[in-house]
């Protein structure tokens, strides 16, 4: 049973903007903090930006300024806005819970960024 979906990757060059999207199941979705992660290649998962039930944001040093995650509670979604695109910012990128949960991992979206 799928629970989490993200989309909205795709190829872009260096500065351009990306909209991540992940759409939950209600039961994920209501109450929890929601956070966006990524793995680029031959690196570990890491934690980009999260997100909590009333909208209060947080977000990994790298990304401050540039990211913006947010959550619409009545469509069970979350979005992830990537402006100012680096090619360091390439990567695999999921949504789960924060803390995330082993078995929400999902097949994520994949973000690259040419130079």
């Known amino acids: 049973q799928v629970q989490l979906v993200e989309s909205g990757g795709g190829l872009v060059q260096a500065g351009g903007s990306l909209r991540l999207s992940c759409t939950a199941s209600r039961s994920i979705f209501r109450s929890n903090f929601m956070g966006w992660f990524r793995q680029a290649p031959g690196k570990q998962r890491e934690w980009v930006a999260r997100v909590s039930s009333g909208g209060s944001t947080a977000y990994e040093d790298f990304v401050k300024g540039r990211f913006t995650i947010s959550r619409d509670n009545a469509r069970n979604t979350v979005y992830l806005q990537m402006n100012s695109l680096k090619p360091e910012d390439t990567a695999v990128y999921f949504c789960?819970?924060?803390?995330?949960?082993?078995?929400?991992w999902g097949q994520g979206t994949q973000v690259t960024v040419s130079s």
């Open positions: 789960n819970t924060f803390p995330a949960i082993l078995s929400l």
